[in-house]
T-cell receptor, first 115, second 114 residues
Framework: QQQVKQSPQSLIVQKGGISIINCAYENTAFDYFPWYQQFPGKGPALLIA?????SEKKEGRFTISFNKSAKQFSLHIMDSQPGDSATYFCAASMREYSSASKIIFGSGTRLSIRP | DTGVSQDPRHKITKRGQNVTFRCDPI?????LYWYRQTLGQGPEFLTY????????KSRLLSDRFSAERPKGSFSTLEIQRTEQGDSAMYLCASSLGSRSNEQFFGPGTRLTVL
């Protein structure tokens, strides 16, 4: 059972454009939604995260939009740069302090920014 | 470097051999996680420790897999009688108990079973 569904699988964006990656989740017990960035041969790096009590979070060029009723969230990368070319994973996990703090990852989006 | 470290970075072994990986978490982090990532997929949870106690194991963790964190610091993941299907990137992550959702990943150990 895929608890976090991510799309698209791959994405090509022109330099300076907006990259948008979408995710949907099923389990309403999830209450923490991070995005990870992974370069080839490296481990995933935490990029930005949101909790369901807010609808948007922005950090620099990266913005998460969150729709609790639709159980969907998305990552927007503004002014996309060649250095943003990487694989992006959306993810979800449950409440802190519980034993269920494992992260459930989406299948990933390979983003390529054309110069 | 104060991040999560893993050793070795790459391991090539023959089917049937045993392998052991090591993870050193960020020093003040009391939670440590192991994940497995196959090519083109997101990481999948294997197991996690709070201090030295192993609190959860995934059904992905067959009897051939064992993990330890003897003193609540570094952790080892051993795979016995390796199979070709074990070929993957094994990732370690750590988090601070009070903010356990924020997990920081190491560079991973790439295992290839021939």
């Amino acid at each position: 059972q895929q608890q976090v569904k991510q799309s698209p699988q791959s994405l090509i964006v022109q330099k300076g454009g907006i990259s948008i990656i979408n995710c949907a989740y099923e389990n309403t017990a999830f209450d923490y939604f991070p995005w990870y960035q992974q370069f080839p041969g490296k481990g995933p790096a935490l990029l930005i995260a949101i909790r369901p009590d807010v609808s948007e979070k922005k950090e620099g060029r990266f913005t998460i939009s969150f729709n609790k009723s639709a159980k969907q969230f998305s990552l927007h990368i503004m002014d996309s740069q060649p250095g943003d070319s990487a694989t992006y994973f959306c993810a979800a996990s449950m409440r802190e302090y519980s034993s269920a703090s494992k992260i459930i990852f989406g299948s990933g989006t390979r983003l390529s920014i054309r110069p | 470097d104060t991040g999560v470290s893993q050793d070795p970075r790459h391991k090539i072994t023959k089917r049937g051999q045993n392998v052991t990986f090591r993870c050193d978490p960020i020093s003040e982090h009391n939670r440590l996680y192991w994940y497995r990532q196959t090519l083109g997929q997101g990481p999948e949870f294997l197991t996690y420790f709070q201090n030295e106690a192993q609190l959860e194991k995934s059904r992905l963790l067959s009897d051939r897999f064992s993990a330890e964190r003897p003193k609540g610091s570094f952790s080892t993941l051993e795979i016995q009688r390796t199979e070709q299907g074990d070929s993957a990137m094994y990732l370690c992550a750590s988090s601070l108990g009070s903010r356990s959702n924020e997990q920081f990943f190491g560079p991973g150990t790439r295992l290839t079973v021939l």
